[in-house]
C-alpha cells in the first residue's frame, strides 16, 4: 500500500479536479511586484498583489529574503563601504619621472559570514571578499608586494599587459604559505579589469574568495580626442568628483562544495543592497565598475529597473560598446564600466539584479534609494 | 558429581543484603569521574581534526494552509544545529521559527515560510545551516493540509470502510458456505489464511522499515521496527496461550487483531498520502484494495467453521480487522511523523506472524490432538498456501503504481 501512496505523491499521477485547477493557476511571485519600505537602513519588503481569488498568503511576495542582519563588524568589511573604498596604495616617483605605485597584499584564510547566520570558510586578500579594490592611472608603473599568510599555495594574476614572469601562475608567482612575491608591470591598458589567485585548482581558488577589482584610469594627456571623458574617469579629478562611482563584484558561495552555488551577491553578502539601499543624489551621474567572478555558472548579468545605461565592455574604451542598454551579461572575469543617471528620475527606490532569476532569489539582488540631496 | 559445571548453582549462594547494594556505587563513582574528566580537561581534543559538526536535519512533518508552508524538523547532529535561512524553489524566504534558536540533537522546532505555493505543483524546501550545510525537502504535490472537520472525518471514515470494513465483512459472509466443508477444505482454507498472512507480514515489514528511513537516525529506524516487531509477536503469544494455544473464536479474534493493527498501519499510509496530496486516489484504487483485502474476511472465517459463533462476534470481528483502517486514515491525513508510523506497522507485523504461528500450529493439529507439522506438507495445504499468497499477490498488483 505504500508503494501505492508514494505514486500518488509523483507530480503525474495527479488527478486533479477542474475547480482546484483554476486556484492552483494563480500567479506566482515575481522580484518585479516587491515594493520596498525603507526604515532606517533596513528595508522591509510588502506585498502588492491582491485579488479576491488569490489565497491570502499569496500576497506576501515580499517574504522572498533572507533573515536577520550579517554582522559585518567582525566580517572586518562592510557592503556599502566597500563600493566607494578603493584601494590607491602609495606613490612615489620614478628617476625617469614617471611615478611608482606601491600596493601591499596578504591572502589570509578567514571564515567570513555570507548572509545572515551563514559562515564560510574564505580565502581572502587582505581578509576581505572580494579583495581590495585597486586602483592606478595608466602609465604608472605598478609593485605588487604579495605575501601569503594562507594554508594553500596562492597568487595575484592579473589581467593586464605584464611579462609571463609576473603572471601569477605556477611557476611564475605562485608563491607557498610564508612567502612573499612582488609584482611588478606597468599601468596598461586602461579599463576595468580584475585579478584573482590562479593557483591550482582554480575553480577551488577563486570561488574561496580570492578575487578582486582593480580598474586602471585613462590618462587624459594620452587621449586628446577623449580628454574630457578621460578627465571624469580620472579618480580625484574635478570633472570626477561629479561623479559617483561604485565597485560591484558579482559573486557566489558554493556552501555545500557540490559545484553549485547556494548564495548569490553583488560584493559578497546575500542582499546586502536590498537590505540597505545605496543612497544614490539625483542629479549626480553614477558609474559603476562591474566584475563578474561567479564560479560554476557560465554567465552572470547585470539588470537596471527603470533605466537605460552606457556600457563600455572590459573599460578599455572612452566611448560606450553598448549604448541605451538596461541589462548586460557577463561571462567569469569578463567586465566592463555602467554610466547612467537619474537625473530626469522620481526619487524613489529602483532595484537592480542579475536578471537570472535564480541568481536574483538566491540573494544577487539590490535597490538604488535615488534621493534629491545626500545629506 | 560436584564437577560437572550443571550442578553450579547459577547465582551466589550468599543472601543479599542492602551492604550488597552499597557496591553500585563504586561503578557510579567511577562513571561520574570519568565523565567529569573527559568534560574538564578535554582529552579527546586530539581527535578534533578541525573538521566542521556533523550535521543532520529530519523533516517530520509538513503543513501547507493559507499561511504558507509549516515544517516540523527535529535536529540529529554530533552538535545543537542553527538553521540560518530557508529557500524554496532556490530563493531565499523570510521564516520564522518556533522555539527560535539552536536545535538540540533530537529535539524538534516548527518552521514557518509564508510562501505562496501552488496548488498541484511540486515545491522544494532547502535548509542552510550556520556551516551552509544544506538539506532538501521535496513537497511532491502541495495541496493543502485537511484540517479536521464534520465533512472530511466522514469522507476518510467511508475511505476507510471500503478499503478496511466490507471486505473483511463480505469476507466473513461466506462463512455459512464454508460451514460444510470437508477436512481437506478445512486444511486448505487454514493454509490460505496462513499464506495470505506470509503475504501482508512481508509487506507490512517492508512498509515499516521505508518509514523508519524516512525517521530521524537517532530513532535507529530499522533496530526500532524489528525489535518493536518482536516484542509484539512475543507478547501477542504470551497472551494468546496463557490458556493453550488459541483455536475457534479465540483464533479469530487474534486474526482479526493482527489484520486490523496491519490495517492501521495502511490507514496512516493513506492518511498520509491524502495530507501530502493523494488527489489521485481514483475508484479503480479503492475498488482494488477491497478485492485485496476480501481474503482477510476468508482467513478471520477459517477457525470459526466448526465452532457455532453469533452475529455479534461477526460483528466484533469485522469491526477489531477493519475498523482500524479508518482511525489509521484519520490519524494519517493529520501528518504523523514517519517513526510513529513505522512503530504502528512494526506492531502489526508482530501479530501478524504471531497469528502465522497460531494457525499453522491449528493446521499441524487439524485430524488429532498431537500436533504434527508435516500437515503442512500435505497437498492441500500447500495449495492453500500456495493459493492464499498468488491470491493477495495478484490483487495487489491492482493498487501498485
Known sequence: MLRWAQ????????????????????????????????????????????SAAVPSHQSGHGAMITVGTVDNERNGFHPTKMLTDWYTGTVTDLPDGRKLRT???????KEIEIAPGVMFPAWTYNGRVPGPALRATEGERLKIVFRNNGSHPHSMHFHGIHSARMDGVPGAGVIAPGDEFVYEFDARPFGCHLYHCHALPLARHIHKGMYGIFVIDPDPARHPENAEMAKSRLLGSPENVEWQEMAMVMNAFDTTFDGENEFYACNTIAHCYTKEPIKVEKGRPVRIYLVNITEFDPINSFHLHGNFFDYFDQGTTLTPTLR?????????????????????????????????????ELGWMGMFDVVETLS | MNENPRNFRPVSTVAPTPRHLLWLVLPLIVLIAAVLWLLQSDPLRGFNNGAPPVENLTIERTVLDENGLRLKVRGGGSEP???AQVQVDAAYWQFTQEPAGTIPRGDTAWVAIPFPWVLGEAHKVTFVTNTGATFDHEIPVAVPTPKVSGNALVSQALLGA???????????????????????????LLAMTVGLLAFLFVDTIQEALEFATASAAIFQGSVMVILTAVASFLMLVAIGRRQGSPTGLALAAYIALGIGLHNFGEGLAIGAAFAAGA????????????????????GIAAPLLKVRPKLVHFLGLTLLAGGPAVFGIWLGSLAVAPQWTAIALAIGA????????????????????????TQVLTPAALSGIAAG??????????VKI
Open chain 1, 7 to 50: 505514486a500518488a505523491l509523483s507530480r503525474r499521477s495527479l488527478l486533479l479536479g477542474g475547480g482546484a485547477a483554476t486556484i492552483g493557476a494563480t500567479a506566482i511571485c515575481s522580484t518585479n511586484t516587491v515594493a520596498q519600505e525603507n526604515h532606517g537602513n533596513h528595508a522591509t519588503a510588502a506585498g502588492a498583489q491582491s
Open chain 1, 103 to 109: 600596493f601591499e597584499i596578504t591572502a589570509e584564510d
Open chain 1, 324 to 360: 541605451t542598454v538596461d541589462l548586460i551579461m557577463q561571462c567569469q572575469a569578463q567586465r566592463g564600466i555602467l554610466e547612467f543617471t537619474y537625473r530626469e528620475h522620481e526619487v524613489g527606490l529602483y532595484m537592480f539584479h542579475a536578471h537570472q532569476s535564480e541568481f536574483a
Open chain 2, 81 to 83: 544545529m542553527t538553521i
Open chain 2, 162 to 188: 471500503f478499503v478496511g470494513i466490507l471486505p473483511v465483512a463480505i469476507g466473513l459472509l461466506c462463512y455459512p458456505a464454508l460451514r460444510g466443508a470437508g477436512r481437506n477444505t478445512m486444511t486448505f
Open chain 2, 279 to 298: 488527489a489521485g486516489l481514483g475508484t479503480f484504487l479503492v475498488l482494488g484494495f477491497t478485492l485485496h483485502n476480501i481474503t482477510e474476511g476468508i
Open chain 2, 350 to 373: 508482530g501479530a501478524i506472524a504471531q497469528v502465522i504461528l497460531e494457525v499453522t500450529g491449528l493446521l499441524a493439529r487439524s485430524d488429532s490432538d498431537r500436533a504434527s507439522y
Open chain 2, 389 to 398: 499468497l498468488a491470491f493477495m499477490y495478484a490483487t495487489a498488483m491492482l
